[in-house]
């Protein structure tokens, strides 16, 4: 796990590359890579590469990138892991032809696959990884983000040029780099609590979507390709019984799981005392000589909307005799350590729970762990929200009936009437959206992280903001996505439909990004064994009447992991990894979030204050993202760029308890 960075300028373009452009871009990752740095700077200055090494597989000064074939005609830079490297290399070996200078480097594997299969060497890895490769005799550069978007890749072209990085505050070193807000990714951010890819929060600066390759000739010309699509690996598993769908369900996690503790410095897992991270520890500890180290967090106080889960952490680090690491949050935390967390974000991800990942990252990296396997993708792959349960059978309930078309005009303008006001109740407000989508033929899963609809945010969007999106629905973010369900989906039914979104949405954008920016802003990598490619290829050729059997959620998976962990813990109620907001809502916190959008408000046109106060309590953490996100990058106090040797880095403020101290003033 590393930090990556680039540039190539075009050949119509008068831009050159420095050592010091890359250096200041590459250097501003410096949480990501603790373990070394390196560049690379071509002979006619074009393309540059630059890197930040955490030192996970291959620990040797062989393996520093920026790395090149043996030659120098192929250079890449790769932030991630290959877990099936030394297989791919084996294969490489037999077939011959290629010169080794590293004993086990995974990067040193990407360059010689690239060599002997081209672009088509992806089909091969099975891995999380962000890369960049130059290819100089074909005058090229190839990025890539794996396929289920585990790792980043942002990039953004202007001036004649392309750069590129694994967060977006290393474009912001560019000193030609617009910064402004993307007004279009602001309005799908607030359906969907993060930016749909391409689109960032940036205006300018794009992000590759999972599963893509963008190549780039040196003229300029970009193409953009999908290189892998969930429904063309699935094989439906329509004649087999739930018996044989468990036994290799259980089987391909446990490859998963096994794959995920390649390493060569100490690994451990987050507990939480659900199923996920309960399964996870447990079958990491098979085989293991030693005890796996488990870290949990926990708040200081019982509050009714989060009850304490630590208690079941305990029971199942007991059970595989882990050595077992927690620390307790209180409401101090979460608005000490709200700076840092905005700045590690890069744009706004609207999920509270980026606060005890970024705590429990901390946790394990003290402990001297530097991996750590999380339980990320279970839920979407087998069922497991109760929400889930809601949304589909409303779902069914709307395909029952078979609106005419005549009526459905007469319908929607009944529903402007019926759904009132900014004073409407929310479940008012929900149920009108659900015959709004019913009406216009449309799902009624828009993702399970929906925060605002279309009608809620017209509500208090600015004036000038709601004549400029009159016409716009979050749908149109969703629509190429439904696309390709509909061209492709084996059994497009309601629940594989909510799967499949959230695999190309709020999975890679929302959930993988905040375990991605949380734990790389203390220098910890974060592996997710749930999300192994081959494992949600056989997730998604389960039908989907195996996984919603009697209604139980995870039906399926729970037979496949009985016996591994605790029936206790299988069969108890799910309460999911959260925050206590509902409570600090009416203390400190509730003060400071009114205050801080209040700041916003007056000194932005995007929204209008009065009109948002009834919305913070349901939405209050997505808008204040956008408020704190605006303040450290976008306002004219966030653009004056100081050297990054003038800078304080946050990483080195003082932790106690888990507080991180406010930075300095100028300190971003």
């Avoid at 790769?78 to 297989?87: D, K, L, M, R």
């Avoid at 309005?187 to 993060?194: G, K, P, Q, T, W």
């Avoid at 590690?344 to 396997?373: F, N, T």
């Avoid at 629940?495 to 959230?502: I, R």
Wanted: overall charge neutral.
């Amino acid at each position: 796990m590393c930090g990556i960075v680039g540039v190539l300028s075009f050949t119509n373009g008068a831009f050159r590359v420095t050592e010091p452009y890359l250096v200041r871009m590459r250097d501003v990752m410096s949480h990501r890579g603790p373990d070394g740095a390196g560049i690379f700077v071509s002979d006619n200055r074009r393309i540059g590469l630059g890197f930040r090494r955490l030192a996970i597989i291959d620990l040797s000064e062989r393996a520093m990138q920026p790395m090149s074939n043996e030659d120098g005609t192929l250079w890449v830079v790769f932030n991630g892991e290959i877990y099936n490297h030394a297989e791919i290399r084996a294969e490489l070996k037999r077939l011959g032809g290629h010169r080794w200078k590293t004993d086990h480097s995974d990067t040193e594997v990407i360059l010689h696959a690239f060599e002997q299969w081209g672009i088509d060497c992806l089909q091969k890895f099975r891995g999380m990884f962000a890369i960049a490769l130059w290819d100089t005799k074909q005058r090229q550069l190839w990025l890539i983000r794996d396929r289920i978007g585990v790792k980043p890749l942002y990039y953004s072209i202007h001036h004649g040029r392309i750069t590129f990085a694994s967060e977006i505050k290393a474009l912001l070193e560019d000193y030609e780099q617009q910064r402004g807000v993307n007004e279009e990714a602001l309005y799908y951010y607030l359906s969907f609590n993060a930016t749909p890819a391409p689109l960032t929060l940036f205006s300018g600066i794009r992000k590759l979507a999972p599963g893509t390759w963008l190549r780039v000739n040196e003229d300029g010309h970009v193409q953009e390709s999908r290189y892998w699509d969930v429904w063309d690996h699935t094989q439906p598993l329509t004649n087999a019984s739930e018996a044989e769908i468990a036994e290799r369900i259980l089987s391909e996690l446990r490859t998963s799981v096994k794959l995920r503790k390649i390493s060569d410095v100490p690994v451990g897992v987050f507990l939480s005392g659900g199923i996920d991270s309960s399964t996870n520890a447990a079958l990491f500890s098979e085989g293991e000589g030693k005890p796996v180290k488990t870290f949990s967090i926990g708040y200081d106080q019982e509050y009714e909307s989060y009850p304490s889960e630590l208690s079941y952490a305990r029971k199942i680090a007991q059970k595989v005799g882990a050595d077992h690491h927690e620390l307790l949050l209180q409401e101090s935390d979460l608005l000490d350590s709200l700076p840092l967390i905005i700045r590690h974000q890069d744009e706004p991800l609207a999920d509270p729970v980026c606060v005890p990942v970024y705590y429990v990252s901390k946790l394990a990296r003290d402990a001297g762990v530097i991996v750590c396997q999380v339980g990320e993708g279970s839920d979407e792959l087998f069922w497991g929200y109760r929400y889930w349960r809601d949304s589909l059978r409303l779902q069914r309930l709307t395909n029952l009936f078979a609106i005419p078309k005549p009526l459905r005009s007469l319908g929607l303008a009944g529903l402007n009437l019926l759904e009132g006001g900014a004073g409407t109740s929310y479940r008012r407000q929900f149920s009108c959206e659900v015959l709004r989508r019913a009406l216009t033929n449309r799902p009624v899963f828009w993702g399970g992280a929906e925060v605002f609809s279309d009608t809620q945010k017209r509500q208090f969007l600015s004036p000038r903001l709601l004549k400029k999106f009159k016409e716009l629905s979050s749908w149109e973010a969703l629509r190429p996505i439904r696309q390709r369900f509909e061209e492709k989906a084996w059994e497009p039914s309601p629940l594989n439909w909510m799967t499949y979104l959230d695999l190309n949405l709020r999975l890679p954008e929302l959930l993988l990004m905040r375990v991605d920016k949380m734990s790389m802003a203390v220098s910890l990598e974060a592996r997710v064994p749930f999300l192994d490619h081959k494992f949600v290829e056989l997730a998604m050729s389960i039908p989907e009447a195996v996984k919603t059997r009697n209604g139980v959620l995870k039906y399926i998976l729970k037979r496949a992991v009985r016996g591994i962990i605790p029936d206790e813990l299988i069969d108890r109620k799910k309460q999911g990894f959260g925050v206590p907001l509902y409570e600090w809502y009416h203390t400190k916190f509730g003060d400071y979030l009114t205050k801080e959008m209040k700041d916003f408000c007056e000194n932005t046109d995007m929204f209008h204050f009065e009109s948002l106060l009834p919305f913070l309590k349901q939405g209050g953490w997505a808008l204040l993202n956008v408020a704190l996100w605006w303040k450290q990058y976008i306002s004219s106090a966030a653009t004056v760029r100081q050297p990054l040797s003038e800078r304080v880095p946050f990483e080195t403020q003082p932790f106690n308890h888990g507080k991180i101290g406010w930075p300095a003033e100028g300190s971003v």
